[in-house]
Nanobody, 121 residues
């Protein structure tokens, strides 16, 4: 069983910053993808930033240049540094992880519980 726990959400004013963290725990062989998604009320969940264990990153156009995803593979942790926040960034942010559960290469996917980010205007 693999669990992801997010933290770092909160209420900030437009132009401010937050840093989200997501830590993976439990039993697994490896984690390849660790990504951040977000979902605002009444809207579809969207990919915000993606990362691989090899260091590849990708961002949604709406956050490119403002958000930075980073990983500490030794700690099985992914971060999302969010700068220059805008009201339209308000959403529940979810961590996503995917990888191999064991040496038989059984695949797993897991979602965190979400952390709320509210940006006031």
């Amino acid at each position: 069983q693999v669990q992801l726990v997010e933290s770092g959400g909160g209420l900030v004013q437009a132009g401010g910053s937050l840093r989200l963290s997501c830590v993976a725990s439990g039993s697994f062989f490896s984690i390849n993808a660790m990504n951040w998604y977000r979902q605002a009320p009444g809207k579809q969940r969207e990919l915000v930033a993606a990362s691989t264990s090899g260091g590849t990153t990708n961002y949604a156009d709406s956050v490119k240049g403002r958000f930075t995803i980073s990983r500490d593979n030794a700690k099985n942790t992914v971060y999302l540094q969010m700068n220059s926040l805008k009201p339209e960034d308000t959403a529940v942010y979810y961590c996503y992880g995917a990888g191999r559960a064991d040496t038989t290469y059984r695949y797993f996917e897991v979602w965190g519980q979400g952390t709320l980010v509210t940006v006031s205007s």
